[in-house]
């Protein structure tokens, strides 16, 4: 039996690590003289008082769901993916090749184009470190740590000698044409009849993470590939032992969880900036798995965990802008959610476990 129930483990661990982490910011702020009470309702306000502030939370929460499900699946096959970041990066050089060379006459099918490009350059990107884990016993912690940097230095070498165009001493591809651009959430809205903020850079992208979060689910519980992913991180013993090959499922589960860090460069790259940048990936990678640790690995709780983080993200933004409260403050506070969510998960989990047991024991 459970020590606690689903929901509790689900809900309750993480609201009282996120009270934690907030009380704490709070002492932080207090601490330099400024008003916590203040401070968060400029970032509440901010974020999420205007649908121009929806406009911008959505849109980082759309990277971290991209991001967040990709850690999700390679870590229910027990790999520790922490190389979303170069895949996105590749995911980007995929999505301005095809936005670049090739003429389409309308945006649905550039954005289609993009998704197979980025999920063909995400996937390609990581099944190296997955087939060096694979075939040879290379830990994937360490080779897809090494392959950030790897993809960091490669998108610079081909931004600055092969996409850059001439004269321009931006390390940034040429733009994007017209008909490529992918319509922004407002207008979307606005065309449905629902008010909402024109300029901010969430698009349709956000739709597409939903539909893959939903996508992931099924993947996961309700097909075979999904069960053999699972079982094959729970016990790798078991599952080879029940017949599952151990290379096929890292492959899978590797190739899967690249595929979907590099389409995240859909949002970043076609969706708001309408080229490739030198840094169009701004860390999303890397915040992805404390989205997955938050999320419990489940597609449903990593949405609610981007929506989270893009509220920090965005009250962070609006909370440097307007009040003297450094911005280096703001990550500390980003950096104290992520660590009570996850590094420190289990201090609060042991007490809550503790009390439903002796609630148990009363009954």
């Known amino acids: 039996m459970d020590k606690m129930p689903r929901w509790a483990d689900v809900f309750l661990v993480p609201l009282i690590s996120l009270t934690i982490a907030f009380l704490i910011s709070g002492m932080v702020i207090l ?16 974020a999420l008082g205007s649908s121009y502030g929806w406009g911008y939370t959505l849109y980082y929460a759309t990277n971290f769901m991209f991001t967040g499900l990709a850690v999700s699946v390679a870590f229910h096959a027990s790999l520790f993916n922490i190389g979303c970041e170069g895949q996105a990066t590749l995911g980007g050089l995929g999505v301005a090749l095809v936005c670049l060379l090739i003429p389409w006459p309308h945006w649905s099918m550039a954005l289609a184009a993009a998704m197979v490009a980025s999920i063909a350059f995400g996937a390609a990107w990581a099944a190296i470190p997955a087939w060096l884990q694979a075939k040879r016993g290379s830990h994937i912690v360490i080779t897809t740590i090494m392959f950030n940097f790897i993809a960091a230095a490669l998108l610079n070498y081909i931004l600055v000698n092969v996409l850059r165009p001439v004269g321009s001493m931006d390390p940034a591809s040429a733009r994007f044409p017209a008909t490529t651009n992918l319509p922004e959430l407002g ?7 629902i008010p909402f903020a024109k300029g901010t850079p969430a698009n ?22 999904g069960y053999e992913i699972r079982s094959f991180g729970k016990s790798q013993k078991a599952a080879q032992y029940a017949g599952i090959n151990p290379v096929r ?5 590797m190739l899967i969880s690249g ?7 859909i949002n970043t790259v076609q969706g708001e900036a309408n080229r490739l940048l030198l840094n169009s990936v701004e860390g999303a990678g890397f915040i992805g798995i404390a989205v997955a640790l938050m999320g419990r690995n489940h597609p449903f709780g990593v949405v609610l965990a981007s929506l989270l983080f893009g509220f920090l993200y965005q009250g962070g933004a609006e909370l440097a802008l307007w009040t003297k409260i450094p911005r280096e403050l703001i990550t500390v506070i980003q950096g104290l959610v992520i660590l009570f969510t996850g590094a420190l998960d289990y201090m609060v989990r042991k007490p809550v476990e503790a009390m439903f047991v002796r609630f148990r024991g009363a009954r």
């Open 31 to 46: 601490g330099i003289g400024q008003n916590p009470v203040e401070a968060m309702r400029v970032m509440v306000t901010g």
């Open 259 to 265: 595929g979907l860090a590099g389409m995240m460069a």
């Open 204 to 225: 349709i992208s956000l739709l597409i993470a939903l539909v893959c979060a939903v996508a992931v689910w099924v993947l996961l519980w309700h097909t075979k590939v």
């Open 249 to 253: 499922i890292t492959m899978v589960a």
């Open 187 to 193: 207008a979307m809205l606005n065309a449905v009849g």
